[in-house]
């Protein structure tokens, strides 16, 4: 069967009613609603008069010159309106036609369609027990609410943000705060909200610039993946230099920036909102580069290491927080591992590649924690956030278990498996 998935036209807008009638959602045992039940105002909406609005975009999938699905989208006050920036989606494809992957075409033709009209993201909402919740969530819709429909079921809305940070980007995002899946991206920041460090040391990275780097008032330092500041603002408290901050969570900047005010040093330091990954492209002759914690975010290692040198004047330095494997000990020892860690003379030897002098290593039991804190504080709290996520979103439960469980093994790799450090380098 051959299948082309192609923008909807004007002479395609009947069919829209027929897919409408498809996209009702009927649990196992119960009889279809006649055809008619599409007139009803709520779900008419959908597709009256489509065409005419703003957000009216939609594609269909066409086989043998028949249409055999489409997926549209519309800003109108249904179930799953979000604001007047973002369209809802509605997606069917004929019951023959299913189980063929002909929803994912639809769904990412339409993804880059609403791209191109500049839309950020794109909402829908679906009966909790429709097995499209998995399609959905597949597809990187995440569940932001729940609500009652018309007739009294119980609805996710989900919501999908479009074009806004590659898949990749997301997936390191999320293991970088040790999440398993991207779908906790949303609710990181709510689950963090009693930390302040999130994984190294600010006094180490102190002592340690303190000690190596010819510190005066010119002295500029980039804090990469900076998460809340707290390296930062201590750097600029305790050194009286520039920091320039980068972290991808916009809530995490702000957080950064109140503290710096609270600690007075909004005039030192700088934070902004961005991928490391394209700050590296341009941010340049800086006097050390931070990398506290991150993880596989700026690539493999040495990867990593050639990208936080290309910022760096000669002769500056580099910080880098990572644990690394101790000898003897496997990958498969580590329960919470999200890539692939090297052993310390992996790490030397790719120093010494990368024309990168290890000027001084310290190693700190409590230097890098799953969120900082002692352990049982930050389950604590970590464990106190997630039930009240949960009571929230009952029907999350599982994955906010599973962040609490992923959290607690992070901690028992920390103590038990890994050997955390920080190394200070510095370019010949
Ligand atoms: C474990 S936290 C460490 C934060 C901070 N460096 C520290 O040591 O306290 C990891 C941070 O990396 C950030 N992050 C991950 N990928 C990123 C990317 N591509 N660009 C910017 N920030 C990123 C996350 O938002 C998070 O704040």
């Given at each position: 069967m051959n299948i082309t998935v192609r923008e909807i036209m004007p002479a395609d807008y009947s069919v829209l009613e027929d897919?409408?009638?498809?996209?009702?959602?009927?649990?196992?045992?119960?009889?279809?609603?006649?055809?008619?039940?599409?007139?009803?105002?709520?779900?008419?909406?959908?597709?009256?008069?489509?065409?005419?609005?703003?957000?009216?975009?939609?594609?269909?999938?066409?086989?043998d010159r028949k249409i055999i699905g489409a997926a549209w989208t519309r800003?109108?006050?249904?179930?799953?309106?979000?604001?007047?920036?973002?369209?809802?989606?509605?997606?069917?494809?004929?019951?023959?036609?299913?189980?063929?992957?002909?929803?994912?075409?639809?769904?990412?033709?339409?993804?880059?369609?609403?791209?191109?009209?500049?839309?950020?993201?794109?909402?829908?909402?679906?009966?909790?027990?429709?097995?499209?919740?998995?399609?959905?969530?597949?597809?990187?819709?995440?569940?932001?609410?729940?609500?009652?429909?018309?007739?009294?079921?119980?609805?996710?809305?989900?919501?999908?943000?479009?074009?806004?940070?590659?898949?990749?980007?997301?997936e390191k995002l999320a293991c970088s705060l040790s999440a398993e899946t991207t779908e906790l991206l949303p609710f990181l920041p709510y689950l963090l909200q009693d930390f302040w460090e999130l994984g190294s040391d600010p006094a180490v990275m102190v002592k340690l610039i303190k000690k190596h780097v010819d510190v005066s008032p010119e002295t500029r330092i980039l804090d990469l993946a900076c998460g809340k500041g707290a390296v930062s603002v201590?750097?600029?408290?305790?050194?009286?230099?520039?920091?320039?901050?980068?972290?991808?969570?916009?809530?995490?900047?702000?957080?950064?920036?109140e503290k710096a005010q609270e600690f007075d040093v909004a005039d030192l330091c700088e934070f902004a909102v961005g991928d490391i990954n394209e700050a590296v492209k341009?941010?340049?002759?800086?006097?050390?580069?931070?990398?506290?914690a991150v993880g596989?975010?700026?690539?493999?290692?040495?990867?990593?290491?050639?990208k936080?040198?290309?910022?760096?004047?000669?002769g500056g330095y580099i910080l880098i927080d990572e644990g690394y494997l101790p000898g003897g000990a496997k990958q498969s020892d580590v329960k919470c591992s999200h890539y692939e860690l090297l052993t310390e003379a992996q790490w030397t030897?790719?120093?010494?590649?990368?024309?990168?002098?290890?000027?001084?290593?310290?190693?700190d039991e409590n230097n890098e924690t799953a969120a900082s804190g002692d352990s049982d504080t930050g389950m604590g709290f970590i464990t106190a956030r997630a039930n009240e996520l949960i009571e929230k979103h009952p029907a999350q439960r599982e994955m906010f278990e599973g962040y609490v469980r992923g959290q607690q093994n992070e901690y028992g790799?920390?103590?038990?498996?890994?050997?955390?450090?920080?190394?200070?380098?510095?370019?010949?």
């Open positions: 897919f409408l009638y498809n996209a009702i959602y009927v649990p196992p045992g119960e009889e279809w609603p006649p055809r008619d039940v599409i007139f009803q105002p709520e779900i008419y909406i959908y597709v009256d008069g489509f065409g005419d609005k703003q957000g009216d975009i939609g594609v269909v999938a066409e086989a800003i109108i006050p249904a179930y799953g309106h979000l604001d007047e920036n973002t369209p809802e989606l509605a997606i069917s494809v004929l019951p023959e036609y299913r189980g063929q992957g002909i929803g994912t075409l639809l769904m990412e033709k339409l993804f880059g369609l609403l791209c191109e009209h500049g839309y950020k993201r794109t909402s829908l909402s679906v009966q909790q027990d429709n097995p499209a919740v998995r399609f959905y969530q597949r597809l990187r819709f995440v569940i932001t609410d729940e609500k009652l429909d018309h007739a009294g079921h119980e609805d996710f809305i989900m919501v999908k943000e479009l074009c806004s940070m590659k898949t990749e980007t997301q201590k750097i600029a408290e305790k050194l009286r230099v520039k920091v320039k901050g980068i972290d991808l969570l916009p809530e995490f900047i702000e957080y950064a920036h341009t941010e340049t002759d800086y006097d050390c580069v931070i990398l506290g596989d975010a700026l690539g493999s290692p040495a990867e990593t290491l050639c936080l040198k290309s910022v760096i004047k000669p030897d790719l120093f010494k590649e990368a024309g990168l002098q290890l000027v001084e290593t310290v190693g790799d920390l103590e038990n498996t890994l050997v955390c450090v920080t190394w200070i380098l510095r370019k010949n």
